[in-house]
């Protein structure tokens, strides 16, 4: 399923983190997932979020850059290959993948990937 993601541009220091999750609980938004990379200088903190309009807007009001990208959200049984299989079928008709971020409880696997073609990803991880 093509999901809506929260990225959100930070610079590298004390504080931002925090500063970044008082701002949605203010705004009574809820984060799902989330996920940080960073560099020397910057971080990006990618989020799903309960509301991605008003979690931007909060952001934005507080001087954050922020992007809004659409990303898939695929569950997979958590065991041995199921990853591989679903990569597999994405390679296979040439979408790319960018980054992935996931976790896996009560036997699934619960995984948001940035990929070349969402609509198309989406499309043929379902069928």
Same mark, same amino acid.
Not at 28 to 55: C, F
Not at 65 to 79: A, G, H, L, R
């Given at each position: 399923?093509?999901?809506?993601?929260?990225? #959100?541009?930070?610079? !590298?220091?004390s504080g931002?983190? #925090? !500063?970044?999750?008082?701002?949605?609980?203010?705004?009574?938004? !809820?984060? =799902?997932?989330?996920?940080?990379?960073?560099?020397?200088?910057?971080?990006?903190?990618?989020?799903?979020?309960?509301?991605?309009?008003? @979690?931007?807007? @909060?952001?934005?009001?507080?001087d954050y850059?922020?992007?809004? $990208?659409? #990303?898939?959200?695929? #569950?997979? &049984?958590?065991?041995p290959g199921?990853? $591989? @299989?679903?990569?597999? /079928?994405?390679?296979?008709?040439?979408?790319?993948?960018?980054?992935?971020?996931?976790? =896996?409880?009560?036997?699934?696997?619960?995984?948001?990937? /940035?990929? =070349?073609? &969402?609509?198309?990803?989406?499309?043929?991880?379902?069928?």
């Open positions: 399923m093509i999901i809506k993601q929260l990225s #959100v541009f930070l610079q !590298n220091e931002r983190l #925090v !500063n970044v999750t008082d701002i949605l609980h203010k705004a009574d938004i !809820n984060i =799902s997932a989330l996920s940080i990379a960073e560099t020397e200088e910057y971080g990006i903190l990618r989020m799903i979020v309960s509301d991605t309009e008003k @979690a931007a807007q @909060a952001l934005k009001a507080a850059t922020i992007k809004i $990208s659409d #990303v898939i959200c695929i #569950v997979t &049984p958590d065991i199921a990853l $591989s @299989a679903a990569l597999k /079928k994405l390679a296979a008709a040439g979408i790319d993948v960018s980054y992935m971020y996931g976790y =896996s409880s009560d036997g699934k696997a619960r995984l948001v990937i /940035k990929t =070349s073609d &969402p609509a198309a990803a989406s499309a043929l991880l379902e069928a």
